[in-house]
Antibody, heavy 118, light 107 residues
């Protein structure tokens, strides 16, 4: 069974940093692209970042470019999101999602809540 | 970015009704469209990809159609488990975008 389990969400002050993790199981992690997708309260999902199966290709949404860094460790079947210079508008549930290329998302984790507030 | 607009925002229906949700793209996206179902407190679940391809395990009462800029998601006979929020998502451009959602409520 495919499983994606996020962790690391927390309450953080504006300007602060946070690192999210996603542990994958049930599939050959190093064969799949993965993404971070977030969803602010009461809003639709918003794609945040993509990383290819080898980590050689990385893309970001304009809203997080220069502040967030995606990475993966295929030996540990894990995906990460380093978030710096956090803003109130970054408040959301953050999901890791397995991608069919840079297209749609066939499996999602349960999400981890990031709240940016003073 | 390509903007995705769904209508209606809320839909009230009875169990057994046929319902249709529309999604319009701000520019042509060919058939690069997916549909998701989301229940409160849960992650979105993939229903349809490439506009009309049913994801494995999804009931056949769900169907998708359309191309270019206009797309529809239909549920042939609404079941209690189908009351949820539905999102469309385009993947024509690398910066994928989602619609704002359609909430299907019990009438």
């Amino acid at each position: 069974e495919v499983q994606l389990v996020e962790s690391g969400g927390d309450l953080v002050q504006p300007g602060g940093s946070l690192r999210l993790s996603c542990a994958a199981s049930g599939f050959t992690f190093n064969s799949y692209e993965v993404n971070w997708v977030r969803q602010a309260p009461g809003k639709g999902p918003e794609w945040v970042s993509y990383i290819s199966n080898t980590g050689s290709n990385i893309y970001y949404a304009d809203s997080v470019k220069g502040r967030f860094t995606i990475s993966r460790d295929n030996a540990k079947n894990s995906l990460y999101l380093q978030m710096n210079s956090l803003r109130a508008e970054d408040t959301a549930v953050y999901y890791c999602a397995r991608g069919k290329g840079a297209t749609y998302f066939d499996y999602w984790g349960q999400g981890t809540l990031v709240t940016v507030s003073s | 970015d390509i903007q995705m607009t769904q209508s209606p925002s809320t839909l009230s229906a009875f169990v057994g009704d046929r319902v249709t949700i529309t999604c319009r793209a701000s520019q042509s996206i060919s058939n690069w469209l997916a549909w998701y179902q989301q229940k409160p407190g849960k992650a979105p679940k993939l229903l349809i990809y490439k506009a009309s391809s049913l994801e494995s395990g999804v009931p056949s009462r769900f169907s998708g159609s359309g191309s270019g800029t206009e797309f529809t998601l239909s549920i042939s006979s609404l079941q209690p488990a189908d009351f949820a929020t539905y999102y469309c998502q385009q993947y024509n451009s690398f910066s994928v975008t989602f619609g704002q959602g359609t909430k299907v409520e019990i009438k």
